[in-house]
């Protein structure tokens, strides 16, 4: 079945960097567009990222910008997290967009926690 | 960015109500509008894509509309497993925005 599973999150010191991956299964990986999304403690959703099917197009939210870094190979999607700040606290989901990018999310991954404190 | 705005933030129904909550656009969105439910400690799921296109496997007593900048979530008849924290989101352009959530729980 179509399986999303992130990994990498923990702990971090503020200003230190962190390497989330996402493997992904059941479907033809580098056909789809892919994001990140992530949920602070007790709040809403916020979009971090994407990366179009054949990596030819990234955006970020202006809050990562800079920042964070989206990138795939043939069946992993990563985020690489650089400076990190407290408010960058929350669990990140890696989700499937649509083959053309349309923008909405049909398969999410059970999360990966990134706790940045000192 | 577009600024997604839903209401209420919270509502409280009866097993059986008719429930709509309300999503606004600042800026028109061609209708790229979708609807999550996220039940508390699991992941978001989508139910509606493209303002009024059912996901595979939902339920028909969910629905979604649109009118302009305005779209609608409805649940014909509430089910005790539809308590949950539902979400607007804008997939017209980037950044992608959610709206604030809007939590259903039982009167």
């Known amino acids: 079945q179509v399986q999303l599973v992130e990994s990498g999150g923990g702990l971090v010191k503020p200003g230190e960097s962190l390497r989330l991956s996402c493997e992904a299964s059941?479907?033809?990986?580098?056909?789809?567009?892919m994001s990140w999304v992530r949920q602070a403690p007790g709040k809403g959703l916020e979009w971090v990222s994407y990366?179009?099917?054949?990596?030819?197009y990234t955006n970020y939210a202006d809050s990562v910008k800079g920042r964070f870094t989206i990138s795939r190979d043939n069946a992993k999607l990563y985020l690489h997290m650089n400076s990190l700040r407290a408010e960058d606290t929350a669990v990140y989901y890696c989700?499937?967009?649509?083959?053309?990018?349309?923008?909405?999310?049909?398969?999410w991954g059970q999360g990966t926690l990134v706790t940045v404190s000192s | 960015d577009i600024q997604m705005t839903q209401s209420p933030s919270a509502l409280s129904a009866s097993i059986g109500d008719r429930v709509t909550i309300t999503c606004r656009a600042s800026?028109?969105?061609?209708?790229?509008l979708n609807w999550y439910q996220q039940k508390p400690g699991e992941v978001p799921k989508l139910l509606i894509y493209?303002?009024?296109s059912l996901q595979s496997g939902v339920p028909s007593r969910f629905s979604g509309s649109a009118s302009g900048t305005d779209f609608t979530l409805t649940i014909s008849s509430v089910l005790r497993e539809d308590f949950a924290t539902y979400y607007c989101?804008?997939?017209?352009?980037?950044?992608?925005?959610f709206g604030q959530g809007t939590k259903l729980d039982i009167k």
């Open positions: 989700v499937r967009d649509t083959l053309l990018g349309e923008g909405w999310f049909d398969t």
């Open positions: 059941g479907f033809p990986f580098s056909d789809y567009y």
């Open positions: 990366i179009s099917s054949r990596s030819s």
């Open positions: 800026q028109s969105i061609n209708n790229y």
């Open positions: 493209a303002a009024s």
């Open positions: 989101q804008q997939g017209y352009r980037t950044p992608y925005t």
